[in-house]
């Protein structure tokens, strides 16, 4: 049932009717697992950066290696303070309320996940993230390319939505994605002047035959129209939502409630991407880093008490990234430096929750570094065959092996 | 392999000029002057564009590479708070309490400290932007906003004050044109760039690789130019450097200095950060490097190798001395073609700076700050060591909504008749020559038929409107309106 919703959404969107078996369906798109909830054109998957590169080692801490001890003097996790998940990891004590969101089975826990010749620079390795082309430099970003691929309606503002200021790289392609920071504000402010506000859209959007040429100006043209309308449109589509948690005051509490209430409001929204940080604790690392994974966890849970309230968690699957983890040993000022493989989290949307991938060793390490045991683009392409159903080998340029988190 | 289209160099199109860097000796007129104002300034009032189109090519480069002895404007904020008291309250508190974590006088004096830091923060910001909008050196303003883009440094993180922030911002206006091996000798040096990139915490024992990474991939070389090795040598050589409390001078702490050999790029020496320096500038990449940094943010995107390889010669020819480079550029063939015109975005700055020089506003109002940071530039706020990407980065639905946001509350301003006799001169007249008047003064005629014929639609009354003909008592608001709708047109965001 589930199964043959989704393929009238993906196929129908093609004009093209095919089942399962045929070639042409599988060519076109894999299919998402049968077992999972809601059909795959309702789900929705949001994606959580973690800005400045976390420390895994304190985040899902292995107090369980004794190594993990001698290399963290003043920076390590008392093994009593840890939120025990196993014999030898456990999370960070200000992880609470994820760790009772586990207890519920409801995370996926993704160890040493990182990719090959690692870059320390925040920068590029952002990019490697968020293009997911770590071989060289990629304009386009693995999101972007998935929403240029899957048949979405391609007169929908808002198939995604960053919930931030700047357009993360993640999501530029061919289609514009609006930034939408926070709704108060976002829009034209009302007439000034009469008759301005009815003026505006046959001033401003003129025609593009301006007397220059600009490489610019196709995209300030299309970026404006697009925005004018978004916003006018926008509230109308989400004022209806009623928020049903009680969100930390945070950014990211504040950001998730937006991406809540987007999701709760049927806007057709497939991806949502919304930042947190800064993690780059070179200096004092303690302070900084407990407060970002306590507001972390706390906006999480907030974040799916309120789906949950409207029905909409089983459909939205959550991933955080950060850039790289850090070195092994704390460095002289209790902060880490820029290192690399670190774990992430997948929650909700029916993952299957638990510990994946191996920890990497603390014996064997890259120059100081952690190995990674995971790469990135086989979460990635989790997400876009298991749950979106699409192929992931023309997004991420390489056949990458799903993990069993969704199954 | 990758199935979607690439969306985007946002180099021009077309064949690049022949003889890119020798002088221009075509036409010269008032959209160029224009042109060369919102590259080399922030566009200027319409007077300063006629003036600067009244004078030969070379003279208005002249004009605008050659800064004054000195100006009337103030060197600092007039109304930076002094901190020291608060600051010396603190350290005493925490002398005498031990710096215990909730001591509540000790939070109270801190969150003291950081709401003065905050005014002192908005007092730099306002008046570095009346600065950029009264100088009578445009290109040093503008100069020195490319530089805190390239040596980024975000005030108060990382202990960075403000006062530190604001002696940063004086270097980079003090180096504008000149020696940029010498700036980045003495960028490496300041307290505000010691702080932010952690080498006041770089020793011997533990070195601190962040500066030594960021000095080569993202002030320098860029990357692919040296070794993940090439970071840890150079980081040793950087070990020691402190800002003394009292002082704020910079020193070398022996102690903590490892004076060890470096094998760095290739040499091996007992080097200090000022020899690093000197072998950073030695490498080719790094003439190619500033070449392509200055061709991307005066003359157009994506610069094509062959252009970068053109004034990679010319800073060698220079030996990296800034004034006789930009010289060479802003007389250019490449610089007036046509693929360089209106081929950048404004950045949020040179957006509303240009806004109020066209509109004679001297000073910005402190609700320019907010605005500025709905459109995503705050100043003294890099938004990471990298700086403002710029181009496509300025642009997505938040930022263009809060440009048209910011030119219909300007042009609501009462400022704006007293500054800006040319919107209202002459009177109520003909709707076709009030919109000829605005699509030329601000946008020297880059509008579209249609929007041009929307326009004369809107200010005579006609149309979905039906507002009346124009008259003496609409003649006011009717040209407000008409002068924020052709800020919005696309044209106005390209410089």
Same mark, same amino acid.
């Given at each position: 049932m589930k199964r043959s919703r989704f393929l009238l959404g993906t196929v129908a969107g093609l004009g093209v009717t095919a089942s399962l078996d045929s070639p042409f369906a599988r060519a076109l798109a894999s299919p998402a697992l049968p077992g999972l909830p809601g059909s795959a054109d309702e789900r929705v998957l949001v994606v959580v950066n973690l800005q400045g590169g976390n420390d895994g080692l304190n985040t899902v801490v292995p107090y369980g290696l004794a190594d993990y001890y001698r290399y963290r003097p003043t920076l390590g996790i008392a093994a009593g303070d840890v939120l025990t998940l196993d014999a030898q990891v456990g999370f960070n004590p200000a992880m609470r309320s994820l760790k009772a969101m586990y207890d519920k089975g409801m995370v996926a826990i993704v160890q040493g996940v990182g990719y090959p010749a690692p870059d320390h620079s925040h920068f590029r390795s952002t990019e490697i993230w968020q293009t997911a082309v770590p071989e060289r430099y990629e304009l386009t970003g693995w999101l972007g390319r998935f929403l240029d691929d899957a048949p979405l309606p391609k007169d929908n503002l808002f198939n995604a939505v960053a919930v931030a200021p700047v357009l993360p790289e993640a999501l530029v392609a061919t289609a514009d994605v609006p930034a939408i920071p926070q709704l108060r504000g976002y829009g034209l402010a009302s007439d000034r002047r009469p008759g301005e506000r009815q003026a505006f859209t046959s001033v401003v959007a003129g025609d593009a035959r301006f007397p220059f040429t600009s490489p610019y100006l196709g995209a300030v043209a299309r970026i404006e129209e697009h925005a004018e309308r978004g916003a006018a449109e926008l509230p109308k589509l989400v004022g209806g939502y009623v928020t049903a948690a009680s969100y930390p005051a945070t950014q990211l509490g504040r950001s998730l409630a937006l991406a809540a209430q987007i999701i709760g409001s049927k806007l057709g929204t497939r991806v949502l991407y919304v930042q947190h940080g800064s993690f780059d604790t070179h200096?004092?690392?303690?302070?900084?880093?407990?407060?970002?994974?306590?507001?972390?966890?706390?906006?999480?849970?907030?974040?799916?008490?309120?789906?949950?309230?409207?029905?909409?968690?089983?459909?939205?699957?959550?991933?955080?990234?950060?850039?790289?983890?850090?070195?092994?040993?704390?460095?002289?000022?209790?902060?880490?430096?820029?290192?690399?493989?670190?774990?992430?989290?997948?929650?909700?949307?029916?993952?299957?929750?638990?510990?994946?991938?191996?920890?990497?060793?603390?014996?064997?390490l890259d120059d100081g570094d952690l190995k990674y045991t995971v790469d990135f683009r086989s979460v990635y392409a989790t997400a876009l065959e298991r749950w979106f159903g699409r192929s992931s080998r023309p997004i991420l340029a390489g056949t990458f092996p799903a993990l069993s988190f969704l199954s | 392999m990758l199935q979607t289209a690439a969306p985007s160099s946002f180099r021009p199109a077309g064949p690049l000029p022949d003889a890119p860097l020798e002088a221009y000796a075509g036409p010269w007129n008032v959209r160029l002057a224009a042109h060369l104002l919102r590259r080399a300034g922030f566009g200027g009032?319409?007077?300063?564009?006629?003036?600067?189109?009244?004078?030969?090519?070379?003279?208005?480069?002249?004009?605008?590479?050659?800064?004054?002895?000195?100006?009337?404007?103030?060197?600092?904020?007039?109304?930076?708070?002094?901190?020291?008291?608060?600051?010396?309250?603190?350290?005493?508190?925490?002398?005498?309490?031990?710096?215990?974590?909730?001591?509540?006088?000790?939070?109270?004096?801190?969150?003291?400290?950081?709401?003065?830091?905050?005014?002192?923060?908005?007092? =730099?910001? #306002?008046?570095? $932007? /009346?600065?950029?909008?009264? @100088?009578? !050196?445009?290109?040093? %303003?503008?100069?020195?906003?490319?530089?805190?883009?390239?040596?980024?440094?975000?005030?108060?993180?990382?202990?960075?004050?403000?006062?530190?922030?604001?002696?940063?911002?004086?270097?980079?206006?003090?180096?504008?044109?000149?020696?940029?091996?010498?700036?980045?000798?003495?960028?490496?040096?300041?307290? =505000?760039? #010691?702080?932010? $990139? /952690?080498?006041?915490?770089? @020793?011997? !024992?533990?070195?601190? %690789?962040?500066?030594?990474?960021?000095?080569?991939?993202?002030?320098?070389?860029?990357?692919?130019?040296?070794?993940?090795?090439?970071?840890?040598?150079?980081?040793?050589?950087w070990t020691g450097l402190r800002v003394q409390p009292e002082s704020g001078d910079v020193t070398l702490v022996e102690r903590q200095h490892d004076a060890g050999a470096k094998t760095f790029l290739g040499r091996t020496g007992n080097f200090d950060g000022r020899d690093i320096v000197e072998i950073i500038f030695e490498q080719p990449a790094a003439a190619r490097f500033l070449a392509t940094k200055l061709l991307s943010f005066f003359v157009y995107s994506d610069p094509e190798p062959e252009l970068v390889a053109e004034l990679t010669k010319t800073i060698r020819r220079h030996d990296f001395a800034l004034q006789p480079v930009m010289s060479t550029l802003l007389r250019s063939n490449v610089f007036y073609s046509a693929r360089a015109y209106r081929a950048l975005v404004k950045s949020p700055v040179e957006f509303v700076v240009g806004s109020y020089q066209l509109f004679g506003i001297e000073q910005a109002p402190p609700d320019v700050l907010p605005a500025l940071a709905r459109m995503n530039q705050v100043l003294f706020y890099p938004p990471n060591v990298k700086g403002w990407p710029g181009g496509a980065a300025w642009l997505n639905s938040q930022t263009v909504l809060a440009r048209e946001n910011f030119a219909g509350a300007l042009m609501a301003s009462k400022d704006v008749s007293g500054g800006a006799s040319w919107l209202l001169a002459g009177g109520p007249g003909r709707p076709e020559d009030a919109a000829r008047k605005l699509a030329q003064t601000i946008l020297q005629g880059d509008v579209s038929n249609t929007a041009s014929a929307e326009l004369i639609g809107y200010l005579g009354g006609e149309g979905t409107s039906a507002l009346g003909e124009l008259s003496g008592e609409n003649f006011e608001e009717r040209m407000r309106a008409a002068a924020y709708l052709t800020m919005a047109t696309p044209a106005y965001q390209l410089a």
């Open positions: 200096v004092s690392q303690k302070a900084t880093q407990d407060r970002l994974l306590g507001e972390l966890s706390d906006a999480l849970a907030a974040f799916y008490d309120d789906l949950a309230a409207h029905g909409n968690d089983r459909r939205t699957l959550t991933m955080t990234f950060s850039e790289f983890g850090r070195r092994v040993a704390e460095n002289g000022n209790r902060g880490t430096d820029h290192g690399e493989a670190a774990p992430l989290f997948v929650i909700g949307g029916g993952v299957k929750g638990g510990l994946y991938g191996r920890h990497p060793s603390l014996d064997d | 009032s319409p007077e300063t564009v006629a003036r600067f189109a009244a004078m030969p090519l070379h003279a208005a480069v002249d004009a605008l590479v050659a800064f004054p002895a000195s100006n009337a404007l103030p060197e600092v904020p007039p109304d930076l708070p002094d901190e020291s008291g608060l600051v010396a309250s603190i350290a005493e508190r925490v002398r005498a309490a031990g710096a215990q974590r909730g001591d509540p006088e000790l939070v109270e004096l801190m969150r003291q400290r950081r709401q003065l830091e905050r005014h002192a923060i908005q007092s =730099a910001q #306002l008046w570095w $932007l /009346d600065r950029m909008i009264q @100088t009578p !050196a445009p290109l040093q %303003e503008k100069m020195t906003l490319f530089w805190h883009g390239h040596f980024t440094t975000a005030a108060i993180e990382k202990g960075v004050t403000p006062e530190e922030a604001v002696a940063q911002n004086r270097l980079f206006r003090q180096y504008a044109l000149g020696d940029v091996r010498e700036l980045t000798q003495a960028v490496s040096r300041d307290p =505000a760039m #010691l702080r932010y $990139l /952690d080498n006041v915490r770089n @020793t011997s !024992a533990h070195p601190n %690789e962040n500066y030594a990474r960021e000095l080569m991939e993202l002030f320098t070389l860029g990357i692919g130019n040296y070794t993940e090795q090439d970071v840890r040598e150079s980081a040793r050589a």
